[in-house]
């Protein structure tokens, strides 16, 4: 196969998928004819394609696989289209526990909870309800405790390409001087998401000409 | 926040717990963690727990049992050490619940972190909904090949075992209940649909196993559009008219294996 049909079909593909596309089901899909090194750069040059183009949507690389997307800046239009679906804002607990499974994970509840020092069931349920957080598995122990685990969902609206991406935690607070992070540094350090080859050259401006 | 305002929503919204709590003791009072004076800080923590009683927030029973914690520390830190050159090297009281909240403040630090990430994703939309596609493109019984091929994809992409062995007994009877439960619902659905409930592989593998027995029992009719096509399973009376001639007629006949050659793995039994 040609690798000019090759990347259009792959194109076709991503344009139509609901979720990320792991280049490996590429390789699958094309028999191994291309390898994953010549996969990845097909999806970088359709990338680049929509990027010089200046088009709205943009081909990025995240949870494990290749996506469209619009980007960021139609969302508020997005949002008015879709006013009636709402998003809604995870707690500080849930964030908490979230993240301690982000990075534990596969964890058990308990051990959550040792680590919070509170009660989770009820911040664990809704985790899962909302499909960040999934069950892993059961620990071989007394009991045999459920394990849990984030889900391709969780990297997706975390902007994360994949779990390794996360912010190393043991450089999050140096140990011994915890008044210097008296507010909280939002600022992710290494921002995951604009790390990409994804920064149009020629910045268009977005007209609302209504 | 604009919940019903449950009493003990009220506390957590204030404090996570009681070592945010304590954490929050620690700044306020702009002192190490590592070495927090613990007769101060018990002292703190006690008011605010009457504080939080006067305001009548109820109160987790976790935020007493750090209460009780931290006197048994300030109790232990006043014992006398035996030895007096053994004073500085003895173990800390303390080390315990220094490292929890160590601990404790990296994972708030990290909420803190994964907060400003999903921020910055929120504006980044993806398409949500999967492609539709019309049941008269499921016209070619996939052969025992197909499925297999498709299984094996589904167990490729199945996650590592998580490092236990875990023994469950899930029966292939019980999958079958499932299956035709699910189809019972739906009459037809993607072959990877079958697996999606399922992460471990024995799962997995009893979930195929089922399949096969439905398909030989001629319950079921595993289709697709065409050669290496996506599979879709069907009900067998809902399967679409052209593909599947046993039931062409509308009531489905004995189960006599038909001789379409592509279910080779199956026995015949008559």
Known sequence: MELRDARNIMESLLFITEQPIPLKSFEDLFDKEFSQDDLLKMAEEIALDYQVRGSALELREIAGGWQFSSRSEFAPWIRKLFKDRLTYRLSNSAMETLSIIAYKQPITRSEIEEIRGVEVSAVLDTLVERRLVRIAGRRESVGRPLLYGTTPDFLRSFGLKRLEELPNIESLVPPSTPELQSELPLEPQASPVSEEPAEPPSEPKVESNS | ?270
């Not at chain 2, 926040?1 to 304590?22: I, K, R, T």
Request: negative net charge; proline residues 6%; hydrophobic residues 45%.
């Open chain 2, 1 to 270: 926040m604009n919940e019903a305002p449950q009493q003990m929503d009220v506390s957590l919204d204030v404090f996570e717990g009681p070592l945010d709590l304590l954490l929050h003791l620690i700044r306020k009072n702009d002192l190490q963690i590592s070495d927090i004076p613990i007769a101060q800080i018990t002292q703190e923590y006690l008011s605010y727990l009457d504080l939080m009683k006067d305001l009548n927030l109820e109160m987790a029973g976790e935020f007493l049992v750090m209460a009780s914690t931290l006197m048994l520390i300030k109790a232990q830190m006043l014992l006398p050490t035996p030895d007096p050159t053994e004073e500085e090297t003895g173990p800390d009281p303390r080390a315990e619940l220094v490292n929890k909240l160590l601990e404790y403040q990296r994972f708030k630090e990290a909420a803190g972190v994964l907060s400003a990430y999903k921020d910055k994703a929120k504006d980044i939309y993806y398409r949500s909904l999967p492609p539709q596609f019309d049941h008269e493109d499921f016209t070619l019984r996939a052969s025992v090949f197909d499925l297999l091929t498709a299984f094996k994809r589904v167990l490729d992409q199945a996650p590592r075992e998580v490092g236990q062995i875990i023994r469950e007994e899930i029966t292939i009877e019980a999958k079958i209940r499932e299956i035709l439960d699910l189809l019972e619902l739906k009459s037809s659905m993607a072959f990877e649909e079958l697996f999606a409930g399922s992460h471990r592989r024995i799962d997995l593998i009893v979930t195929f196993l089922a399949l096969l027995e439905l398909i030989r029992m001629k319950q079921i009719v595993a289709l697709q559009p065409d050669i290496f096509g996506a599979i879709r399973i069907y009900r067998a009376d809902a399967a679409p008219e052209s593909s599947f001639p046993a039931v062409a007629g509308g009531k489905p006949v004995d189960p006599r294996p038909e001789a379409a050659g592509d279910d080779g793995q199956t026995e015949a039994q008559s």
